[in-house]
């Protein structure tokens, strides 16, 4: 499964890197991508959006399922 996230907040590269690190550590996340420029991040694997959005947030920035 691949569930899109639009990622609000993220001004660098370590900003991006918090927020992989964030995603990473979801239980069920088996990839993942976050694109600095287009402010989105794209996780596979089976974990669900509300704890990949709830990740996230706990690193201080909005998140919500893209589209």
């Known amino acids: 499964m691949i569930t899109e996230l ?4 993220m ?3 370590h900003c991006q890197v918090s927020v ?5 550590s979801v239980p069920g996340v088996e990839k993942v991508e976050v694109f600095l420029q287009e402010g989105k991040a794209v996780v596979e ?4 959006a509300e704890r990949l959005i709830a990740a996230v947030q ?3 920035y909005r ?3 893209a589209g």
Not at 6 to 9: A, F, P, W
């Open 45 to 48: 694997g089976s974990a669900p």
């Open 6 to 9: 639009k990622v609000e907040g």
């Open 63 to 65: 998140a919500q399922v």
């Open 58 to 60: 706990e690193e201080g």
């Open 11 to 13: 001004s660098c590269g």
């Open 20 to 24: 992989e690190k964030a995603l990473k």
